[in-house]
C-alpha cells in the first residue's frame, strides 16, 4: 500500500497498553483499518503480563479517566462492575490521611474505579477487539519506521512499520504500511532511536528524580477491613517519605502498595512488608495486613524519575508519526495519573484527526503539551517540594507550595475547597482553579481559625 498524505486508510500503534488501546480506539473513528502491533501474548482480563510489570501494582483510575472510558466504550464502567470491580464516589469512600490528618468522606459526584490494572487493561482490550475494524497483532515486535521522501516539503514521511513475529524462529522481518504510525510503546519507546537514526534531532527531556520504590502484595480482603471496600490512602509527608495505597480489587482481594521515596523501599519479605506499612503516618494499612491473609509474593518496582518529551519544541519531525501516553510524558506513579492522561490525550487525537492528516504531528503535539501542563504541573510541584528532590525548580514555586499547603491542610475539613482540590488531582479543572478569588480568600480565612 502507497501511503498518500491525507488518506486516512490504515493507522498502526505500536503497543497495546492503555494508551494504546485508546489511541487504537480514537483511531477507529477516522480509519477504515487499525492495526495495534504488540510484542507480548495477551492474557485474559485480570492476568498480569510481562510488558506492562506496573500492572502488578496499585492503580487507581481518576474521576476524569471513569469518565473518558465510558465515553469511548459505553457501559464500560456496568463491565468492570459486574466482573468484580467497585465503583463509587471518590471522596466519599476513599480512606485519605494526608500531612497528619484524615479528610473528612462527603458525595462529590467525583467518581472512582476500584479494579486491577489486569482486569482493566484486559476488560479495555476486549472491547476494542470488538471493532470491525481493529485487529491486535500479538506476540509481534517492531523493529523500526518505514519511510519515504514527503511529496510536501522534502522531509521524510513515516509510512509504516518493520515488525517480527516472535513466534517464527530467526530474524524474518515483515513490512507494515500505514498513511499513520502511533508509537504508544511505554516509557523505553524506541521511536527517539529510529528518529536519531533517520537525521532526526533527539526532544529536550526534562526529569524530576525523586528515586520512587514501589513494593505491592496482594491480601484476602474480609467485610470487616475497612468497611470491606473502602480505599485506604496514605500520602508521604515532609517528616515520613512513606506511603500507602490499599485497592479493594475484584476476587476479594486488596492490592497493597506501600511506596519510598528517596530511596526508601519497603522489603520484599512479609514480615518487612508489615513492619513498613507499621511505620506509614496512619495505621490503616497496618491495621488490617498484621492478620490479613496473603495471597501473592511481593513486586517491586523502582521508578527513578518523572519523565517529560518535549516533542512540541521540535522544528523538524516526519509527518505520519505520532508519539503519545508514557512515551511523551511518565509522571510519578504515586498521583495516578497516566491512564487518565493516556485517555485525554486518545480525546485530543480524535479531535486533532478531524482536521485529517496534514500537519497532525505540530499539532497534536502542541495540544497534547498545553495538555500535560496540569498533570505534569501536580506532579513536579509536589515532588520538588522535597528539598532532596532533583530538578529544575521555577522561582515563584516556593510561594505557590506554601500557599498548596495552606490549602490542603484546610481542605481536610473544608468541603468546598476539598472538592476544588481533587477536581485539579482529577484532571478536570486546572492547577489554576485553585486561585480563584473564592478559593483564595476560603484558604487564608481556614487557616487563620484553625
Ligand atoms: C509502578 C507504577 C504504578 C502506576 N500506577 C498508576 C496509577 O495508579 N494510575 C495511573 O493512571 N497510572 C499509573 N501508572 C502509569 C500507567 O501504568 C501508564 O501511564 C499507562 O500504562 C500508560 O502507559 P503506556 O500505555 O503509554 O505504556 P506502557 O504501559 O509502558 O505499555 C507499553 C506497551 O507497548 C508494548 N511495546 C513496547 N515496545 C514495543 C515494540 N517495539 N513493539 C511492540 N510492542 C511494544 C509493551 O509490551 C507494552 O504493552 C503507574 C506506573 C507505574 C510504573
Not at 501516553?325 to 484527526?353: H, K, R, V, W
Amino acid at each position: 500500500m502507497e501511503a498518500t498524505p491525507g488518506r486516512m486508510e490504515r493507522a498502526i500503534v505500536i503497543g497495546a497498553s492503555v494508551s494504546g488501546l485508546l489511541a487504537a480506539r480514537a483511531l477507529a473513528n477516522h480509519f477504515e483499518r487499525v492495526i495495534v502491533v504488540e510484542r507480548d501474548v495477551l492474557p485474559p482480563p485480570g492476568q498480569p503480563r510481562k510488558g506492562v510489570p506496573q500492572g502488578r501494582h496499585a492503580h487507581v483510575l481518576l474521576s476524569r479517566g471513569v469518565d473518558l472510558l465510558e465515553a469511548f466504550f459505553p457501559g464500560l464502567t456496568q463491565e468492570l462492575v459486574s466482573q468484580g470491580a467497585i465503583a463509587g464516589d471518590l471522596s466519599e469512600t476513599v480512606r485519605w490521611f494526608s500531612m497528619g490528618a484524615y479528610t473528612r468522606n462527603f458525595p462529590s459526584g467525583l467518581k472512582s474505579m476500584q479494579a486491577s490494572r489486569p482486569l482493566l487493561e484486559g476488560t479495555l482490550y476486549r472491547r476494542l477487539c470488538a471493532l470491525p475494524n481493529v485487529t491486535v497483532l500479538q506476540n509481534h515486535d517492531v523493529t523500526g519506521l518505514l519511510t519515504r521522501p514527503s511529496v510536501r516539503d522534502g522531509e521524510l514521511r513515516v509510512n509504516g512499520v518493520t515488525a517480527v513475529d516472535r513466534a517464527k524462529p530467526g530474524p524474518m522481518e515483515m513490512e507494515l504500511e500505514a498513511d499513520l504510525v502511533v508509537d504508544a510503546g511505554g516509557r523505553g519507546s524506541r521511536s527517539l532511536a529510529w528518529l536519531e537514526s533517520l537525521g532526526y534531532p533527539r526532544p529536550e527531556e526534562e526529569h524530576i528524580k525523586m528515586n520512587l520504590s514501589y513494593t505491592s502484595r496482594v491480601f484476602r480482603r474480609l467485610p470487616e477491613h475497612a468497611n470491606g471496600q473502602s480505599p485506604v490512602v496514605i500520602l508521604p509527608s515532609f517528616n515520613n517519605r512513606r506511603g500507602g495505597t490499599m485497592l479493594a480489587v475484584e476476587g476479594g482481594r486488596w492490592v497493597v502498595t506501600l511506596a519510598g521515596y528517596l530511596g526508601d523501599a519497603a522489603p520484599a519479605d512479609l514480615d518487612g512488608f508489615i513492619e513498613f506499612a507499621r511505620s506509614l503516618d496512619a495505621p490503616d494499612c497496618y491495621d488490617i495486613l498484621k492478620t490479613a491473609e496473603p495471597l501473592s509474593e511481593a513486586s517491586q518496582y523502582k521508578y527513578a524519575a518523572s519523565q517529560r518529551r518535549r516533542f512540541e519544541k521540535l522544528t523538524r519531525f516526519p509527518e505520519g508519526l505520532l508519539v503519545c501516553g508514557d512515551a511523551m510524558c511518565s509522571f510519578n506513579p504515586i498521583y495516578g495519573q497516566g491512564m487518565t492522561t493516556a485517555a485525554c490525550e486518545a480525546e485530543l487525537l480524535d479531535s486533532c484527526l478531524r482536521q485529517g492528516l496534514t500537519g497532525l504531528a505540530p499539532r497534536f503535539f502542541r495540544r497534547a503539551s498545553r495538555l500535560l501542563d496540569s498533570p505534569w504541573d501536580i506532579a513536579a510541584g509536589s515532588d520538588l517540594a522535597y528539598p532532596e528532590v532533583e530538578g529544575r525548580r521555577a522561582p515563584a514555586m516556593r510561594m505557590v507550595g506554601l500557599y498548596l499547603d495552606r490549602l490542603l491542610k484546610a481542605s481536610r475539613q473544608d468541603t468546598v475547597l476539598n472538592l476544588a482540590f481533587q477536581r485539579v488531582t482529577n484532571l478536570i479543572d486546572p492547577p489554576a482553579s485553585l486561585f480563584r478569588p473564592h478559593i483564595v480568600w476560603r484558604v487564608l480565612f481556614m487557616q487563620r481559625s484553625a
